[in-house]
């Protein structure tokens, strides 16, 4: 019975997530995309020579927060390049897309990207609790943050056992290939044929979690991300 329910968990659960998110993300881009031209300008900081090279700028380097809140801004940008590494450093563990060495165990980082995310997502939790941000925050910000913890804890737990244990972990970077290509080519192959070891419910826990976070991605906050670049460019023309 266990075992049928990591199956669903790390091979259906998966296909379902991420359909799951892609039409979600969809759904709401074209209701945005939909929405009738407001009726007053946007032109907040206005930029008629380069607004779109300025509005990817404003969106990737955030100067406002840098200047209202440096703190916030560093811990903003070390989160966003390590979601970036860490997308990299999975795309990595496919046979077909070797960045580190083939033959290598780690991933991308070996484990201090990892660090460094978990850092920030902890850092982005806490200070909800304190200031006159509490006053403005809600139990779904709370939520969706521990559940980015927990992804990003239950991911760490495989990276540094990886990449820090002397006798290292049971799992190596290519099993975590050999899953991740099955889940590619839609071969429906049950990991725990060639995942085997203790380890194996450390990587249920970890995909269940990530799971769980795709499902809920199209209704977060999270969904800013796809508007940050067009918002910008409305603000500068």
Known sequence: MV????YVITVPMVYLAVAWCLVGIAVKVARVAKTPAHPFT???FPDKDHPVPSAVWGALSMPTVRRHNPTFWVFLILFHIGVALLILSHLDMLPWFNIYPEDSPNMIGNGAVGVVVTAAILYFLLRRFAGPLREVSVPADYLLLFLLFCVAMSGD???WANSWSENGFVLTKQDFGE?????FHFSWADPAETIDGGHYVVLVTHVFL???FLMVLPFSKIMHTFFAIPLNKLRRG
Do not use: C, R, T
Request: glycine share 6%; no cysteine.
């Open 3 to 6: 075992n049928q329910i990591f």
């Open 179 to 183: 899953y991740l290509n099955g889940l």
């Open 157 to 159: 737990i495989i990276s």
């Open 42 to 44: 946007l032109k907040i």
């Open 210 to 212: 990530a799971n769980l």
